[in-house]
C-alpha cells in the first residue's frame, strides 16, 4: 500500500505548482485583455485548491477510520493525541479539522467555534457580515475561509504531523 502522507506531499506540491504556473499566464493574459474567461479561470484555479483542501481531509479520515478501526477517524486521532499530552498539535488538528467543516457545510458549529479565536488561527476566516477577503480580488471565490497555498500546505504538513504521531 501507498504511502499516504509522503503521496499528499508530492500531490500538493505537484499540484500548487501546476496551479501556480496557470495563474502566472491567466495574469499575463489579463495585462491586455479583461476577458471574463480569464477572470472566471482565476476563479476556477481558488475552487481547485479548496477542493484539494478538502479532498486531502476527507481521505485521510477514511484511512484514518480504517487503520484506527473506528467510524470517526478524527476523533480517534485527536484521542491519540490526547492521551500522548500533544495538545499544541490536537488543537491545531481540530481548527483545520474544522475549517474543512466550514468549507464543505457553511456556518454552523464549526464556524462558530472557528469564529470565537479568529484572530489566533493560522488562516483567514470571513466574520459575520463580511463579503470578501480582498474587495477587489476577481479571483476571490465564496468561501468562508480563505483557501490560499499557504492553507493548502498547512493541511498537507498536519496530515504528516499527524500521521507521525499517532503511529509514533
Request: glycine share 6%; with cysteine; aromatic share 8%.
Amino acid at each position: 500500500m501507498h504511502n499516504f502522507e509522503d503521496l499528499i506531499y508530492r500531490s500538493t506540491s505537484f499540484t500548487l505548482a501546476a496551479l501556480e504556473e496557470t495563474n502566472s499566464k491567466i495574469i499575463e493574459a489579463l495585462q491586455t485583455s479583461g476577458s471574463t474567461i480569464l477572470v472566471k479561470n482565476l476563479q476556477m484555479i481558488q475552487l481547485q485548491k479548496t477542493i484539494f483542501a478538502i479532498g486531502m481531509f476527507s481521505m485521510f479520515d477514511a484511512i484514518l477510520q480504517d487503520q484506527l478501526s473506528c467510524r470517526n477517524g478524527f476523533e480517534g486521532a485527536k484521542n491519540i493525541l490526547k492521551e500522548k499530552q500533544n495538545l499544541k498539535l490536537h488543537d491545531r488538528f481540530d481548527e483545520f479539522i474544522c475549517a474543512i467543516n466550514v468549507l464543505k457545510h457553511g456556518v454552523g458549529r464549526s464556524y462558530d467555534a472557528l469564529l470565537s479565536k479568529s484572530e489566533l488561527l493560522p488562516f483567514k476566516i470571513k466574520l459575520r457580515g463580511e463579503n470578501f477577503f480582498d474587495e477587489g480580488d476577481v479571483s476571490e471565490i465564496d468561501t468562508l475561509i480563505e483557501v490560499d497555498d499557504s492553507f493548502v500546505l498547512n493541511c498537507a504538513d498536519l496530515i504528516g504531523k499527524v500521521s507521525s504521531e499517532i503511529s509514533a
